[in-house]
């Protein structure tokens, strides 16, 4: 057996089901958006979007995480009201569908969330971390659903590029830093009433290269510092990788593997994932080497 490797079952409650898993889950990203970084503009209609959700609900996936708004650098941002109109609709579309998929949506505004909740989401994920909308938590904490805390301390939806905002002075080493904002947040929302949160080191947004491979190689640190909040790591072909390789997305399928099993090592228990089938087989293998 590996040393000082186990994975650690949760729960969360989505709605009336008490989900628990025993393993790492894995959420499939469906971006329903014209210009994301690596499959933009191929899961635009109705049918294309639930036909992605099915062929990943087919491979594996545990969550199916959908969102309208790309969040790559230059990325053209939606206002929240036609934000709102076009997530719950692509919800709506999957959730008639297949009735008894977890659902997801990406977003970092209150009225999208709680118009993609009311027509069947489960689960808020926000890049914003409840600080681009000062609505998020309390509109979170009213819909009563699982909520992701991404990490993104200088990021601001205000421009196409400031998602991606690094301050001049910013540390080497992002950990400590977002070890402290995190704990914040996660006392925030508990004192609003969230029970199920979520953390995700944010990766790939307002952290340099670098900064990137300091926060994973310390991601124990923070698996063993939020032991209530379920770890989320999205890795999925993000510049980190392709950047490093000097390659594209399209060719960081290998990179995103090898990063998902350093991450599963140190504890994960979810991965955001472009490559549902890859995800799942990783975590097999991963799992089986923490029995023998």
């Known amino acids: 057996m590996i040393e000082n490797f186990s994975f650690e079952p949760f729960t969360i409650r989505c709605g009336g089901r008490l989900l628990h898993y025993d393993r790492p889950a894995v959420m499939g990203i469906l971006n329903a958006t014209p210009d994301s970084f690596y499959d933009g503009g ?12 099915e062929q990943m609900v087919a491979e594996g996936a545990d969550i199916i995480d959908i969102g309208v708004v790309s969040s790559r650098p230059g990325a053209v941002l939606l206002s929240p009201d036609d934000e709102a109109r076009r997530l719950a609709a692509a919800v709506a579309a999957v959730r008639r569908r297949l009735p008894e998929a977890v659902l997801s949506v990406d977003t970092c505004f209150a009225l999208p969330a ?112 939020f032991p209530t909040c379920p770890l989320l790591v999205a890795l999925s072909r993000k510049s980190m990788i392709f950047r490093l390789l000097g390659t594209t997305p399209d ?42």
């Open 114 to 225: 709680r118009a993609a909740v009311e027509a069947g989401a489960d689960i808020v994920n926000d890049i914003g971390g409840g600080t681009f909308d000062g609505a998020m938590f309390d509109t979170v904490a009213a819909l009563g659903v699982p909520y992701v805390l991404m990490h993104n301390p200088f990021g601001s939806p205000s421009e196409p590029t400031g998602l991606h905002s690094i301050p001049d002075d910013a540390p080497a080493d992002p950990t400590p830093q977002a070890i402290k904002d995190l704990s914040t947040l996660v006392a925030s929302l508990r004192e609003k009433g969230v029970a199920d949160v979520i953390i995700d080191p944010g990766f790939g947004f307002s952290k340099t290269l670098g900064q990137n491979y300091r926060l994973l190689a310390r991601l124990g640190e923070l698996r063993s510092l």
């Open 42 to 53: 191929r899961y635009m209609a109705e049918d294309q979007i639930v036909a992605r959700a």
């Open 251 to 292: 060719d960081a399928l290998a990179g995103t593997v090898a990063l998902n099993a350093a991450a599963l090592m140190q504890g994960a228990q979810l991965l955001r994932v472009h490559d549902v089938r890859q995800a799942r087989q990783t975590i097999s293998v991963i799992t089986e080497l923490t029995i023998h």
